[in-house]
């Protein structure tokens, strides 16, 4: 059972665990793992390897098909054990209720949720184990909600997309979504395509998604609820995908990017390594091979790197510095391509996942890029922002 910080409240919500994982299509309560769910996993992993290397064998057309299948549509005993345990209630979550915007084409339905600025008595607490010599973290945190107005209710200062990682959804982002409100702006949580709520039946890893955010700042836009300056948090899948849309979207201001990485396959192989060594690397080698004639797009077009090269963003770049899904050195070969003005902080013993967690490290420089980059945005006039030209 997660160590909790402190009981909650009458007003604030008893924590419950939550689970980070790979492919995971949403938050699992109180999962136990007996013996006999591992053994059958080990025997489904290998009972999967065989099919793939069946089904694969010649061509990468169906390992590519795999790679671009949406997160959500995987079985959960695909998922391997969580680096990462949430705990917090639910309620956090629905005291926002789910709202949807159909984007497309491909068509989609994406689920978000809006979080408003108040003062929600935002606490977390975190913990480090170490377990047959892998980390694992876990984070506490506590909120009143509903929350009681602050000086930001009504006029917020902006509002925030915040984009979460591949595999997991809008839940993962939800400690920064308080937070930040709780500074004053508007955050909107959002499940991308082929993630959690949200549907699709296959990903782009950022090629479409782009299109799908600036759709939604168009809805937005129309129901009254977007204020400028907009701004973008991202962590790894979600980091990518802010770089990229801040190459694509005027509307958009500054831009946090948390462990995002520079070259798609090779990240792809990196989480190989960690969580499914008995996929063969050649098996996903084949689907990239494949892939950019399945999404019709150039090569080149899936890496966020070959994308920065040809457009010069403003961002803050974040790096854990025992990552190896997105090492230090690759980030710090985006933000060496990035404009001038970024800036790159690194936290020394972060892993991968973790990583957005070290709110100790996070907060302020997260806090103050924000508020620096939206003072640095010309101001539009009142109005003004609307749909993509």
Partial sequence: MPLLAHFPSRNQCAP???????RRKSAKVNELETAQNRSMQVKYKWLLLCFLL??????????????????NTYPDWLAPKAPVTLDFSSKLLTNSPRQYVEVGPPEARLCYRIIEPGDYQFKASSKQDLHNGKSFLEFTFTANVPAKTNQWTSTPRG???LLHGYGVAQFSMLPWALELAQEGWRCVLLDLRGHGKSTGKRIYFGI????????LLDHLADQGHLVEPIAAVG?????????????????LGPVVAMSPYPNLAQATLNISNEYAKWLPDAWI????????????????????ESVLQNERVKALFVAGGEDKIAPEEDVKRLWRLAAPESKMIVVPNATHEPLPYYFDDLLEPVSNWLAKESQ???AVPAGSIGRAQ
């Fill in 16 to 22: 419950r665990k939550q689970r980070l994982d790979y």
């Fill in 285 to 304: 080698k084949s689907g990239f091979k494949k892939l950019p004639s399945l999404l019709g797009v150039e090569p080149e077009q899936l890496n966020p």
């Fill in 235 to 251: 962590e790894s899948y979600g980091a990518a995908l802010a770089l990229r849309w801040k190459c694509v979207e005027p509307r």
């Fill in 208 to 215: 479409q998604e782009t299109k799908d955010l600036s759709q």
């Fill in 54 to 71: 069946a089904a694969s064998s010649g061509c990468g057309g169906f390992a590519a098909r795999r790679i671009a299948q949406a997160p």
């Fill in 376 to 378: 640095s945005v010309a």
């Fill in 159 to 161: 509002t925030v997309i």
